[in-house]
């Protein structure tokens, strides 16, 4: 067998255009018409959601191919990239990685890293040297970072897959012309092996973006034969370039980490078994706004607009509630503030009412005589005390999550899992 060689390649798009994924499938194809044989699916791998430098959804891709002619592999990579990247876009620093053979265990703890932290570039240069790795560089490079994570990205502990679709030059930028009640017929049928296609909130349909980019529709699920059965379940009026299959760690909630809120920082994103430490109240724009607590700390939780129906359930926790919340960390006015992609409300506390009491001697309710007290009419009883009266608690225990339409690439669905306990 030829040697395998591993290609990771990142930061080749930029805010407006480009897509590092279509990168990947051109190199894809252009190596496979040169007899080269691809090892696996390739990878669409994502990164540390929170990291500032990130485009739209911090994708990186690899693939591995079977190659006795390193020096013929690598020219067509240079050529793809230096074709396709957006290299004249502030912000694109473009980035390869090449590595011979199975991927050692250095490099998948430096993706594990880069999926929960940030790292830099002189670091993943660091890792390079040290495994023997071969990094190309455009402009400042910082596209290594998500290159040799690619390359070292650990699945064993979840995979799911996504079939995307490219459009044809001449129709970029355009209205993308997929039929939507063939989306919402496909999900129907394929749903939750297919997930992530619609929003039932708000009537979206979530596998077209709405960027000026070569991608036409992107459908992600649990195997390679649903994405591609679902995708023939479509009516697209348009003409299709080509559509690949990638293996990616979407949906897998690898981002996620066990903290306490002592450990926790900007740029992660924690999983914190926690309780309601005040109530939560809506802000300007909509947002909900509430503080959490553990025996280490007290932290801001976020829940935003675009989160539609999930703050409605937020605002009925009270003080003393023992939640588990997960998200991503960042720094905001009033400090450090998770904010919320899933929560687990595991008990909550009684909840009571202050009302007027009844007298003593005659049974009747007694009336308010401002701060003091309450009196009875009847027989002038005094009682400084309300009666405290137990009302039911709106919101069951349960798992909560962020609809379609707000949630990260990286963030395991309600659909795909259960158990939410430890992430």
Partial sequence: MDKVVWIGIDDTDSKKAGCTTFVGALLLRRVKSLGYTLVGY???????????????????????????RFDVLEDVVIKTVEEYAELDA??????????????????????????RELSSIEEAEKIAENIGA???????????????????????????????????????????????????????????????????????IRITPHTPCPVLLGIRGVTPHIVEQAY???????????????????????????MKISNVKEGVSAIIDCTVRSKPRYSIGGHVFFKIGDETGEITCAVYEPTKRLRHIIVELEPGDEITVYGGVKMKPEGLTLNLEKIHIRSLVKSFVKRAPRCRFCGRKMKRVGKPGYVCKSCRSFSREPELVEVERKIPLGVYEVPPSARRHLSRPLALATNYQHG
């Fill in 232 to 258: 023939n379940m479509l009516r697209i009026y348009e003409p299709v370039e080509f559509y690949t299959i990638f293996e990616t760690n979407q949906g897998t909630d690898a981002h996620l980490q066990m």
């Fill in 134 to 204: 071969k990094l190309l560089k455009w402009k400042s490079g910082r596209g290594v970072i998500g290159a040799l994570s690619a390359i070292g990205a650990d699945l064993t502990k979840g995979r799911t897959y996504e079939l995307i679709a490219y459009r044809r030059r001449d129709y970029w930028g355009t209205v993308r012309l997929v039929d939507p009640d063939s989306v919402w017929e496909m999900d129907k049928t394929t749903y939750p092996l297919t997930f992530d296609n619609v929003d039932r909130d708000t009537g979206e």
């Fill in 42 to 68: 390739p990878r669409l791998v994502r990164l540390n959601p929170n990291c500032p430098y990130k485009t739209r959804g911090n994708a990186a891709i690899a693939l591995a191919v079977e190659s006795d």
């Fill in 90 to 115: 502030e912000g694109t620093d473009p980035g390869v990685a090449f590595f011979f053979g199975e991927p050692l265990q250095e490099l998948r703890e430096y993706y594990w890293h880069t999926v």
